[in-house]
């Protein structure tokens, strides 16, 4: 049985957590576009439901960011 893990990485410096150390955040202030906002809920669940239908026992899903 398959297995799979899908690692969620923000696409921009836009997050709810502002950590001090955060490397996304001093990226942003040098790009022509420094936030694309945020995932949609819409996005989400077709994330989710593309993850469960590659996989074949579980799916456990990871967030980097807020």
Same mark, same amino acid.
């Given at each position: 049985?398959?297995?799979?893990?899908?690692?969620?990485?923000?696409?921009?410096?836009?997050?709810?957590?502002?950590?001090?150390?955060?490397?996304?955040?001093?990226?942003?202030?040098?790009?022509?576009?420094?936030?694309?906002?945020?995932?949609?809920? %819409?996005? +989400? /669940?077709?994330? $989710?439901?593309? *993850? !469960? %239908?590659? +996989? /074949?026992?579980? $799916?456990?899903? *990871? !967030?980097?960011?807020?």
């Amino acid at each position: 049985m398959k297995a799979l893990t899908v690692l969620i990485k923000p696409a921009s410096g836009l997050c709810n957590m502002q950590c001090k150390y955060c490397f996304y955040k001093d990226e942003a202030e040098h790009r022509s576009t420094a936030n694309y906002g945020i995932m949609t809920v %819409e996005t +989400a /669940e077709k994330l $989710v439901e593309k *993850a !469960f %239908e590659c +996989a /074949e026992n579980s $799916v456990t899903f *990871a !967030f980097q960011g807020g």
